[in-house]
């Protein structure tokens, strides 16, 4: 969760969460000589929310994608609202859970690009994540998925339009507790979504978790 504090490896300096392994973004200015120059996003790309050695605290990047989000307008709909309109105004519904989670249950009608996905890879680095998830007897850690884009890109249009969604959802609404809201893996897909050209990214605030307590339609796959 947003909320967990990094586990530091000793050989590694880069941050470590059980909910997302790192969510620091790398910035590719499309004219290196004209960056100091750029406004707002328009020359910036961004293809992978994680990186190793992230350069600020993961509540200062949230408090970025937040900004983005509210700037693109991404909206978050309740889960009836959500169901109204995937069926009255062709939304798509952009489950972002593990393939596992989604072939157990998922809202009917959605597709599947997990934004994280198992760790797949071996090398020091991969072993060091293994070992922080394995301390706190989580022996599935995740990571970011390289392939999350190309994989939407393929099935939906850059005009599309979609809800994203992921098990809690998370808040863009301040709070005492929370002044920033609560960052959410559904969040972080609408965000990379929003900065590489879609141009009607819904979020499903409550997650599917609020999607099957509400009893909405709902499938799974063998």
């Known amino acids: 969760m947003a909320g967990i504090a990094p586990i530091r490896s000793p050989n590694f300096h880069a941050p470590?969460?059980?909910?997302?392994?790192?969510?620091?973004?790398?910035?590719?200015?499309?004219?290196?000589?004209?960056?100091?120059?750029?406004?707002?996003?328009?020359?910036?790309?961004?293809?992978?929310?994680?990186?190793?050695?992230?350069?600020?605290?993961?509540?200062?990047?949230?408090?970025?994608?937040?900004?983005?989000?509210?700037?693109?307008?991404?909206?978050?709909?309740?889960?009836?609202?959500?169901?109204?309109?995937?069926?009255?105004?062709?939304?798509?519904i952009l489950d972002v859970r593990p393939e596992a989670e989604f072939k157990q249950a998922h809202p009917a009608g959605a597709i599947n690009v997990q934004i994280y996905r198992l760790i797949k890879k071996w090398t020091a680095w991969d072993i060091a994540r293994r070992a922080a998830f394995a301390f706190?007897?989580?022996?599935?850690?995740?990571?970011?998925?390289?392939?999350?884009?190309?994989?939407?890109?393929?099935?939906?249009?850059?005009?599309?339009?979609?809800?994203?969604?992921?098990?809690?959802?998370?808040?863009?609404?301040?709070?005492?507790?929370l002044p920033e809201g609560q960052q959410s893996r559904s969040f972080i897909a609408a965000y990379l979504l929003v900065l590489n050209g879609y141009t009607n990214v819904y979020h499903l605030e409550g997650g599917t978790y609020t999607w099957f307590k509400e009893g909405l339609p709902a499938e799974s796959e063998d």
């Not at 509210?70 to 995937?86: G, I, N, P, T, Y």
């Not at 007897?137 to 994203?164: C, H, M, R, W, Y």
């Open 16 to 92: 470590l969460s059980l909910e997302s392994p790192s969510t620091s973004a790398k910035l590719f200015f499309c004219n290196p000589t004209t960056a100091k120059r750029s406004t707002k996003y328009s020359q910036l790309s961004i293809r992978s929310t994680a990186t190793k050695r992230p350069k600020s605290p993961a509540e200062a990047e949230w408090k970025i994608k937040r900004q983005v989000l509210m700037d693109k307008k991404v909206r978050s709909v309740d889960v009836k609202e959500a169901l109204r309109l995937q069926n009255e105004n062709n939304f798509v």
């Open 136 to 177: 706190f007897g989580i022996f599935s850690g995740t990571e970011e998925n390289p392939e999350f884009l190309q994989g939407v890109e393929s099935k939906l249009a850059k005009d599309a339009k979609i809800i994203v969604a992921c098990s809690a959802g998370g808040t863009m609404r301040p709070s005492q507790n």
